[in-house]
């Protein structure tokens, strides 16, 4: 964050986390028109940059008006939590500009052990469950994206069809770093390439594929009651898979 070096540690009692938040130091936030539909942000005037020290500029006005909304919202300190938007933004820009090849090769290796893929053995309720989420994905990247993927049981490795994986990569190719991430996050926390592509085509939405990434967690859940730990670590994770969706709208079709 720009206007501060100091870090926010990854641990500690909540007062402690608050007092170790950088201090918010601007009044004003804005954006400024930088052409093609491009806008940067300000802060008192000042054009913000990104942990790498790039100009944080957003490739929409409409992305550039939510990000100003995080920072207009922050308090006495700066809290990175609760802007999500911003953090994927930098991301874009410090981690996925200049490494487009890299990430779509990512996107792609989940693609290839897709959690859509691998199916239970049992119970048969479990597998009706995966079957009734899953399928119809399947049957939508198959028409859609022309990706045919074999199914498995259990978790031994099945290789996917060359074929079915270059359709995947035909709709990733040329898109930017905006995009990229967004899909990239989405990708890691479901763990499904095929579900992310369907959130970011508009196929599903958010709060489906969320549903569907979490049918085995769903069904232990049903079995045996829910672990307040884990509960709350998956509500942290639906945030970030909330914003990476709401990101990829923002940027337009």
Not at 11 to 35: C, N, Q
Not at 68 to 76: D, M, N
Not at 189 to 212: C, D, I, N, R, Y
Not at 226 to 247: L, S, T, Y
Request: with cysteine; charged share 25%.
């Amino acid at each position: 964050m720009q206007g501060s070096d100091k870090s926010v540690p990854a641990s500690g009692s909540g007062r402690e986390r608050k007092t170790a938040l950088p201090k918010r130091f601007y009044k004003d936030v804005a954006i400024k028109d930088e052409g093609e539909g491009r806008a940067a942000l300000l802060l008192d005037g000042k054009t913000v940059r990104t942990p790498g020290k790039a100009p944080l500029v957003l490739p929409t006005v409409k992305l550039a008006e939510a990000v100003v909304e995080e920072w207009r919202a922050q308090g006495e300190r700066i809290d990175p939590e609760t802007m999500p938007l911003t953090r994927l933004a930098n991301s874009a820009i410090d981690g996925v500009r200049g490494r487009e090849g890299a990430v779509i090769d990512d996107i792609l290796a989940h693609a290839g052990s897709d959690l859509l893929c691998y199916r239970a053995e049992g119970p048969k309720g479990l597998v009706a469950a995966q079957g009734e989420q899953w399928n119809p994905v399947l049957a939508w990247a198959k028409s859609t994206l022309k990706a045919s993927l074999l199914l498995a049981e259990g978790i031994v490795h099945v290789a996917q069809p060359e074929a079915a994986l270059q359709g995947i990569a035909g709709e990733l190719e040329g898109l930017d770093a905006f995009r990229l991430a967004a899909l990239h996050v989405m990708t890691s926390l479901t763990g499904s390439a095929l579900l992310a592509l369907a959130v970011a085509l508009q196929h599903l939405t958010p709060e489906e594929a969320w549903k569907a990434a979490h049918v085995d967690e769903d069904w232990q859940i049903s079995q045996w009651g829910e672990d307040a730990d884990a509960a709350a670590r998956r509500e942290n994770r639906w945030r970030d898979f909330a914003a990476a969706a709401r990101f990829g709208r923002l940027l337009g079709a």
